[in-house]
């Protein structure tokens, strides 16, 4: 059974009786010389498509019908390893890797300096996303438009290896730290082995999203859950785990537009005519936008930023509240409803833009106020922001003919 099932019965509230019809064990990814815990390390069942990934403590949670199997271990950084595994055991695994030989130290870049990651690939970038040391693509050459490539690469910019996609779409990385690929009618989660990916599970698209986007967060076994009701204006959180029911931590609320939804029926009957289904998308897009209130994860710890409410909420992973700190920066001028993390530094980062150009700044959580702003000049409309390890990546493409998409790195 895949983690994509697994989720699917954790978000849909169903029974876990199922789970005991299956062996299941735990283990921890390691690197051999430093200890320290591998993130991404993908883990599969030998003669199947079934499969895992490691999350950024190192861990993963595996199922299976056997009780003794095979398993492949592998990380692009790393050699692979493969063992036999005693389900019966129920024993906690430590499985060490150790690196390639031939990896490359990391690029040493200047603060806030530039780098165009792409510039001697010649590919357009449609997509990315961060694989630990590595960055996976989804790219279409230069010289052609019709197939698109999926490229692991590193930090450097160096090519790894490149394999066509089997369809056009968007990568998307789920709560769980899968990576899929998203097309029109079909998404596939990507296993990726030391020299070749994998397209895993297919799944419809409609049921993919159901499942996977009300996912938020997913730590040791909880799954932290968002639910939107009320037209959009309610927001609800919660922790699910494999034994428990949902357990509700937070519901924010805006009052306002709850009030307006109220008086809505007495607002049509003033019409002459009846209430059409334009009115209403019109209603919703000018009056009732979802409410902005993201929880992101951080480290040991979950952090809601309450636009609503002008708070920031901190939470221990049961769900208990630990400190609420009052904010005010979402109304300067400029600010965009766009929020982006560092899951290895655990910072949180907040967007400006004016006339096309971005600025972003580190968010202090603990006093609610924002550090130094961080200017990303000469390039405008850049998109797709993301952060990890202290560097952040963006997407731009040059307003010229034939120019191509280019993925960008900065020191933050």
């Known amino acids: 059974m ?19 019809q299956s062996y ?14 591998i993130y991404n390390a993908h883990i599969k069942i030998k003669g199947t498509e079934s499969g895992t990934v490691s999350d950024e403590n190192g861990r993963f949670y595996l199922l299976s019908e056997k009780s003794i199997i095979a398993i492949e271990i592998s990380h692009v950084a790393y050699e692979k390893k493969k063992m036999q595994v005693d389900f019966q055991q129920n024993q906690e695994l430590q499985i ?16 806030h300096a530039i780098e165009n990651l792409v510039e001697r690939m010649l590919y357009d970038v449609v997509d990315y996303e961060i694989l630990g040391d590595s960055i996976l693509l989804l790219t279409y050459s230069w010289k052609e438009q019709q197939n698109p490539w999926l490229i692991i690469m590193n930090q450097k910019g160096d090519h790894m290896y490149k394999q066509l996609a089997i369809k056009e779409g968007s990568l998307y990385k789920d709560c769980m730290g899968n990576i899929h690929l998203v097309s029109k009618d079909k998404a596939y989660q990507l296993f990726v082995d030391s020299n070749r990916l994998y397209f895993l599970y297919p799944i419809e698209v409609d049921s993919f999203k159901k499942i996977l986007n009300p996912c938020v967060a997913s ?40 009030r307006m939804l109220a008086d809505r029926n007495r607002f049509y009957n003033m019409g002459a005519r009846g209430v059409t289904e334009f009115d209403i998308r019109f209603e919703e897009m000018c009056f009732f936008d979802p409410i902005f209130a993201p929880m992101l994860k951080l480290r040991d710890s979950l952090v809601i930023l309450n636009f609503v409410e ?8 049961k769900g208990k509240l630990i400190r609420k700190t009052a904010m005010s920066f979402h109304k300067k001028k ?26 972003v700044a580190e968010i202090n959580l603990l006093h609610g106020t924002l550090g130094e702003e961080i200017s990303i ?27 191509l998409t280019n993925l960008y790195k900065m020191k933050l």
């Open 334 to 359: 400029g600010w965009k409803e766009e929020i982006f993390s560092d899951e290895i530094t655990g910072k949180v980062y907040a967007v400006f833009r004016k006339d096309g150009l971005t600025k």
């Open 24 to 37: 299941y064990i735990r283990g921890k990814v390691l690197d051999y010389d430093t200890k320290q815990p």
């Open 2 to 20: 895949n983690r994509l099932l697994y989720i699917a019965l954790v978000v849909s509230l169903l029974s876990a009786d199922l789970f005991s």
């Open 96 to 111: 060490v890797l150790k690196k390639h030989i031939d990896t490359l130290p990391e690029a040493t870049v200047i603060a």
């Open 377 to 403: 000049p000469r390039f405008k409309y850049i998109e797709k922001i993301k952060a990890y390890n202290g560097n952040l990546y963006f997407l731009y493409r040059a307003n010229k003919p034939n120019e």
């Open 310 to 317: 002008d708070s920031i909420e901190l939470y221990e992973l």
């Open 219 to 258: 730590i040791n076994q909880k799954f932290y859950i968002q639910q939107y009701s009320y037209h959009n204006q309610v927001l609800s959180y919660y922790l699910a785990t494999e034994h428990n029911a949902a357990k509700t931590i937070r519901v924010i609320s805006d009052k306002v537009a709850l």
